[in-house]
């Protein structure tokens, strides 16, 4: 059964409310306009792709804002988009959309445009593989607390942590969500168990991929290489990160003299 708002004396009231359902919705909802530009995203998609605020979408252009890049770090052209290149009123898939840090996270969508203004509504939720929460599942079994051993618990679970990020880091497609599902803990467990120890999980996962891109250029290694085998996209992100974390470009590493 369809329900309506009732009219009131007051519709600007009618418009106040509706603007809070969709800013507070509990899922991503983005509006995209007829020339391509984002018109409106609520709390849940800004979030989910690392945002401050919709100042900092609204108005860009949605399809490179969601994914400029394909996931080999080539340009993504708008018009192989099927977000874009959509046909009728509604459709649905699966793609990846890129975070603000350039973390790729795989969603489904769906969009449904709206004939009277020509915008789209675009929705979409992340997804994640039976595999990864099998693989969880072991690593949970094997390190779950006791009552008795509760804080050594926690340290067992965070090494355990550690070893899923050195084993996946190199995956440009791993995120802070895959980990958590990997770990079977929701994404805020996660951080606590990284705050304990003065931490997160995004600056422990991009720390460490960091430090093997430097140790392949201290051995000889490209920045290419080492920009894509340590698990990052896109090559200015990579120049980004490795200058605040060593206060230097990756090009100005030198071999040492045990590589030469």
């Known amino acids: 059964m369809t329900h309506y708002l009732t009219p009131t004396v007051e519709p600007a009231a009618d418009w106040l409310l509706l603007a809070d359902v969709v800013s507070e919705a509990p899922v991503p909802l983005w509006v995209i306009g007829p ?19 919709d100042v900092d979408l609204v108005g860009g252009p949605s399809h490179e804002l969601l994914h400029r890049n394909r996931l080999d770090g ?11 290149c959509a046909q009728g009123m ?12 350039g973390d790729p996270r795989p969603v489904h969508w769906s969009t449904r445009r709206l004939s009277d203004t020509g915008a789209t509504v ?17 690593r949970l079994r094997d390190a779950a607390p006791t009552s008795s051993a509760r804080h050594r618990s926690r340290a067992v679970l965070r090494d355990g942590l550690y070893a899923i990020i050195h084993e996946r880091f190199a995956d440009p497609l791993f995120s802070v969500a ?8 929701s994404v805020r467990s996660l951080q606590a168990l990284f705050a304990d120890v003065g931490r997160s999980p995004a ?5 460490i991929r960091l430090e093997f891109a430097h140790g392949m250029l201290e051995r000889g290694h490209g920045v290419h290489s080492a920009c894509r085998r340590s698990g990052f996209l896109d090559p ?15 090009s100005q590493v030198r071999p040492t003299a045990a590589s030469t």
């Open 35 to 53: 020339e391509g530009s984002v018109v409106v995203a609520n709390r849940a998609a800004v979030s989910f792709l690392g945002y401050r605020n």
């Open 74 to 84: 080539t340009s993504y052209p708008p018009d192989e988009c099927p977000i874009i």
């Open 122 to 138: 675009l929705s979409f939720t992340p997804t994640a593989s039976d595999a990864a929460r099998h693989r969880a599942e072991e």
């Open 90 to 101: 509604e459709h649905q898939g699966q793609e990846w959309f890129v975070t603000r840090e």
């Open 178 to 185: 895959d980990l958590a599902a990997e770990a079977h803990v």
């Open 236 to 250: 200015g992100s990579f120049g980004r990160a490795f200058r605040r974390r060593f206060g230097y470009a990756p």
């Open 203 to 207: 600056s422990e996962v991009r720390r």
